[in-house]
C-alpha cells in the first residue's frame, strides 16, 4: 500500500520562491566585479530571475538547453544559479583556472548555447574562440555580466563584438515568470571535474539531487546554515556549486557574502570583518592566504570577530591550519570532504558528545579527519577485488559512496557503468572508516606510496612536515626506487625569508612519523603548482621530478 502524502516535485524553483516569499529582505552583499559593495536581497534576486527568464527565452532558450558560465561569486551568478534551471534549462559552470584546451572542450561537449561571462574573463573568451573556432560553433550569444556603463570600451575587432550586456538584457523584462512544474529529476546543473586524467568529465545534477543536497548540509551535523548566520563561500561557484551554498543559503535565509573577482586574503578578511561573516568556506590554500593578512596587519586580535566556522575541504586540513584559525579567531575548523560527483558535501567533521572532556592534542586527531557522511550518504571501503574491509580505523582501501546526491553515470556517458554491483562509486580516493564513522583520506589512489609492498600517505607526511615552522606548503611525491619500488620525497615551499635546511626537516620528522616513513630526500622549491582548484598540482610535480635520484 502506497502512502497518501503529496507527491510534490522537489525543484530548485521552490529554494527560490521560498526565499522570495520567506525572507525577501534577506541580504546578498557582494564586492563587485566592477569595484564597491554591491547589495540586494532574496526578494530582488528572485524578480532579476524572472526577467533574465524572459530574456532568456527571447534569446531562444528552450528546456534542455545549456547555458556555459565563466564568472565568480556574485549576485549575477546567483540569478543564473536561479533562473536557468528553473527555466528547465541546464546551467553549466566552468571553471576558468582549466587549460584552454579543457575549457574550450566543455563548451563543445555541454552544447552551450549561450555563453555568460565576467568582464575579467572577456580577454580569455576572446583568445579560446581565435584559437578554437569549431568548439565555440553551437554557442548563439554571449552575454557580460555587467552594466553598460562598464562594457569594454570596444570589442570590435573580437570574437566578442556581438556580446550583449547582461543589465540592457534584462532591463525592460518583466519581474515575475510563470516558472514550469518539472518533474524533479530534470537535469539543473552540470559541472565537470578538472580532469587530472583524460577529458574534463560532467557530472549533471538533478532538481531532486540539488535540493537533499542543500537541505542535508543546512543541518546542525552538517554545515549548520541558519537565518542567524552570514555565509560567504570563497569557494567559487564555478566549482562544484560553491558546495552547495547558493542554494541552502537561500533555503534557510542565511545573509550571503559573496567575494567577486578579488581572491586576496585582505578582501576575505574585510569582508569577514565589514559583514559580520559567521561561516565561510574555502580550501586549505583560501585560509593561508586570509592568515598571512592577518599577519601582515601585525596580528590584530580578532578573537571578538563574529566568524564561529570555517569549513575547510577540497584537500587535507593540517592540524597546523586548523589550530592557526581556531586561536587566531577563536573559530572552529570545520574538516569536510566531497567531490564534483557528490554535489560535493559527503562528510563534515563534528564532534561527538563523548569528545567534549578530550585533551586538545586527541581533540585535532579527530578534527583531522575528513568527517562523517550525512544521512543520505553510505559509505564502503574495498580492497582491489572489491571485498569490504573493517570499519575500525585502522584498514584502508579504495572509498566508494552511494547516495541521492552522488553520481550514477557521466554526462553523456551513460552507456558507461561507473558504479559497482550495490550501485557504490569508486572516489579514486583511499581511506580509513572508523567505528563511530569518521572517515579518513589516507591518499588519493594515484599519489599514494607504494614502498616495498606496504603503503605510505602523502597527506599524512605532508601534515606532519607542515607543523615545522619554516615550511610554506610541502608535498610529497613517490620517485622510483630499484629496490623499495617507490620512495618519498618531500617538497617543500618554505615560508618567504626562511631558509630551512635538509636536515632541519628531516630533524623535525624525526619522532613524528614511522622511521620507515622518512622521506628519502627533501628538496626546497621557490613556487608550488596549483591545480584549477587550489591543490597542490602532483603532476606537475612528478613531472618536474621525473629524472630525480636518491643519492644514498
Ligand atoms: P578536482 O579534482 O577537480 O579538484 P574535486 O573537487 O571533485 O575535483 O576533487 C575531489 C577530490 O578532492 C576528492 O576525491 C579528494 O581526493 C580531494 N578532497 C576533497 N576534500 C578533501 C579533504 N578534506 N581532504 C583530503 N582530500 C580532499
Redesign the pocket.
Known sequence: MLGLMQDQPLLITNIMEYAALNHKDGEIVTKAVEGGIHRTNYGEIAKRSAKLAHALTKLGLTQGDCVSTLAWNTYRHLELYMAVPCMGAILNTINPRLFPQQLSYIVEHSEAKILFMDLTFVPLVDKLIQAFPDQFSAVKHMVIMTDRAHMPASLSGTALENALCYEELIEAEEDTYDWPKLDENTAAGLCY??G?TGEPKGALYSHRSTVLHSLSSCSKDSLGISKDDTVMPIVPMF??NAWGTPYNTAMSGSKLVLPGADMTGENFYNLIKDEGCTISLGVPTIWLALLQHVNSLGDPDCTQLPIQSFV??????APSLIESLEKTFNAAAV???????TS?LGSVNRQLAKHVNLTDSEKMAIKVK?GRPPFGVEMKIVDDEGNKLPRDGVAFGRLMVRGPWVTKAYFKQTDHNILDDEDYFD???VSTLDPDGYMT?VD?SKDVIKSGGEWISS?DLENVALGQADVAEAAVIGIAHPKWQERPLLIILPKPGANPTKDDILGYLDGKIAKWWTPDDVVFIDQMPH???G?IQKRDLRETFKDFKFTT
Open positions: 571535474t578538472s587530472t566549482h562544484v575547510i575541504g577540497g584537500s587535507a586540513a574538516h569536510a570532504w566531497g567531490m564534483t560527483e560535493p575528513q572516489t579514486g580516493d583520506i588519493r597527506i591545480t584549477a582548484t591543490k
